[in-house]
């Protein structure tokens, strides 16, 4: 068994298949006792770190939690034998487990052997990849967890560094330019990063952009901080003024086992999106502030890097922060009036699709449609000539995003997904391949085909394992939940009950992750109420549901429910034309069904000629996560509303 910290704690048996730790606190007291290294924590400080306000039976607690994790990390430990890796010792607990199963203690000690032998790079360079986002990232609130987060954080950086030297020492390091400006866009007042960036571009043959480099690095440190430039940076200038001999790479060099390219910042934080919740906040948040620090450089391309560097694969269309979408949009767009139209392809190709992904459909002006679906097929188009899979990949994750223009377009999404999956299973791009199979999973749910749609979630369950996608079993999860809705109204199916049961546990387990911004709120008051419709019953009326973003659409079948008709109408008569997302289809058959109930022709025949396109697919089933039933009971009903019958 190992155990990893270095991202949401977890632990995984031999054949790499995850343990189940329990909740929340579980996870942290055995984080807890890893960041202790083996050493004994007592009790009471553990119960401190636990609670900031200790409850009566704390103590108690913590042994239910330390049982569990035992029951949990040692199943086939026999009755009443002495625990042999969360053993109790003296006053507290300890973790007895070997350095090298738990992947904090082998980036600390790859870390140590790097700084005693340039010939242990291949170490550093594996353990700087197990990184998969913050250390502890799903402990919050806790003083110890945030200690640790910043030792370990600064250790991360120091190895980045690090490794960048030993290959730049080994003759090597042109590549390394993109990398490490980012790098130094995102840690701007790290003196050894702007070194280091310096001689990678001397290396490169660029002593132009090296000495400006070193010369920005002194303007940002005089002007910001009133700091001259330590003498390194100043001995690195003058050195690559008179072409000193000690830049030049020595003569016996090792490359034995060095793999180019270190994981930068960018990187961490593209793959800490993909947890969701708090996590994708966090990294969000820091990729807008890196996209800034790059822009004020004036460095057009290595800002066209650091925007395009975050191709994270995205599956909703509504966006999980608008105002930072429309700022990251933005930010790429002017960058691509700098690079002009001959400016490299495959920059120009990631900064189009970031445009095409960021500008979800929800909330668009129609120019603004008009110009993300453009840059998603300009985006498209130049990924293919540069022969280019995960480019392609993430200029289709593009595409998928921009086909909400008007409702039924499933099947071409479910093309679009075939590819995306397609391809990213052929070129080893694990996180693509799980979006091409949710990509699938909707489309099949929104035709109807739930078997389908119940093989693409089983898949990307599966592919889930191996690329931390936690949010994965959490969306099949809600999936499973809609075909029990749907099943509900079938003879000798589920009752509606059960089905209920199953989208609450859903919310449950998507607000354990933190939620998605653009996902979460509203998204069980829909499902209810789609629940309620599907058995022909009014709509759910309890005031502490929270109906989100979708409250426009529901308000007149919950004042209808309540009897309350005028008020009814009125809701109605204010109720907008759906944002073109997910739910568009599903929102235009809640406009149908009141307006059939409360005899309002106008806007049932509105509905009906919107919906008319869509009469095949299943109302909600686009989000794979919710169902009210057929599109066509609710035409048919806004049909004859129109017509007067």
Request: net charge positive; with cysteine.
């Amino acid at each position: 068994m190992r155990i990893d910290v270095l991202g949401a704690v977890r632990a995984l048996r031999d054949d790499g298949t995850p343990v189940d730790l329990g909740g929340p606190r579980h996870r942290e007291v055995l984080a807890r006792l890893v960041a202790a290294g083996g050493r004994m924590v007592p009790t009471g400080t553990l119960v401190d770190d636990l609670w900031a306000e200790p409850p009566v039976r704390a103590v108690g607690a913590l042994r239910t939690f330390v049982a569990a994790l035992r029951r949990a990390i040692e199943p086939g430990r026999p009755p009443r034998t002495p625990p042999r890796v969360l053993v109790t010792e003296g006053p507290g607990y300890a973790l007895r487990l070997p350095r090298d199963t738990v992947d904090v203690h082998r980036f600390e000690d790859a870390l140590a052997r790097a700084r005693r032998a340039p010939d242990a790079l291949s170490g550093l360079d594996a353990a700087l990849a197990a990184w998969r986002g913050p250390a502890y990232a799903d402990v919050t609130g806790s003083v110890w967890a945030q200690r640790e987060r910043t030792r370990l954080e600064e250790l991360r950086l120091e190895g980045l560094e690090l490794r960048a030297r030993l290959v730049l020492d080994s003759g090597s390091g042109a590549e390394l330019v993109a990398e490490l400006g980012a790098h130094v866009t995102e840690h701007p007042w790290r003196e050894p990063a702007w070194g280091l960036l310096a001689r990678a571009l001397h290396r490169a043959g660029r002593q132009a952009d090296a000495l400006a480099t070193l010369r920005r690095a002194r303007t940002m440190l005089v002007e910001q901080l009133g700091l001259e430039p330590g003498a390194d940076l100043r001995r690195l200038e003058t050195d690559i003024l008179r072409g000193a001999a000690t830049l030049q790479p020595p003569r016996t060099v090792w490359t034995a086992g060095v793999r180019l390219g270190p994981r930068t910042t960018v990187e961490v934080a593209r793959t800490l999106a993909l947890a969701g919740g708090d996590a994708l906040v966090h990294s969000r948040r820091d990729r807008l502030t890196a996209v800034r620090t790059a822009e004020r450089t004036g460095d057009t391309v290595l800002t066209a890097r650091v925007i395009g560097a975050y191709d994270v694969p995205a599956l909703w269309s509504r966006a999980d922060d608008p105002d930072q979408s429309r700022a990251v949009v933005a930010a790429a767009e002017r960058t691509l009036t700098a690079l002009g139209t001959d400016g490299p392809a495959e920059l120009r190709a990631r900064l189009l699709a970031t445009v095409a992904v960021e500008s979800r459909s929800a909330g668009l002006s129609a120019s603004e449609r008009g110009r993300a679906g453009q840059a998603a097929r300009e985006a498209e188009a130049l990924a293919r000539e540069l022969g280019d899979p995960a480019l392609l990949v993430f200029a289709l994750n593009g595409v998928f995003l921009q086909t909400f223009a008007r409702p039924a377009l499933a099947a071409a999404r479910d093309v679009i997904g075939g590819e995306i999956g397609d391809l990213a299973t052929r070129h080893k791009l694990p996180g693509f391949a799980v979006l091409g199979r949710l990509i699938r999973l909707q489309s099949a749910s929104a035709l109807g085909d739930l078997d389908a749609a119940a093989a693409h979630a089983e898949a990307a369950e599966r592919l889930a394992l191996s690329t931390e996608a936690s949010l994965v079993p959490v969306l099949t999860g809600w999936f499973r939940a809609r075909v029990t809705a749907a099943r509900s109204t079938a003879r000798g199916g589920p009752a509606a009950a059960t089905a209920a049961a199953h989208y609450r546990a859903a919310e449950n387990a998507l607000a354990r992750t933190g939620g998605m911004p653009g996902l979460h709120r509203g998204l069980f008051a829909l499902a209810l109420l789609g629940l309620h419709l599907l058995h022909g019953r009014p709509a759910p009326t309890d005031p502490a549901l929270d109906w989100g973003p979708y409250r426009p659409w529901t308000d007149p079948l919950v004042l209808l429910a309540r009897n309350r008709a005028e008020e009814a109408r009125t809701a109605l008569t204010m109720t907008p034309e759906p944002p073109l997302d997910h739910m568009q289809e599903a929102l235009w058959c809640l406009t149908a069904h009141a307006a059939a109930r409360l005899g309002e022709r106008p806007t049932a025949a509105r509905a009906a000629t919107v919906l008319r396109v869509a009469g095949t697919e299943d109302a909600g089933g686009a989000s794979g996560m919710l169902t009210l039933g057929p599109v066509a009971r609710y035409l048919a009903e806004a049909e004859a509303c129109a017509a007067g019958r």
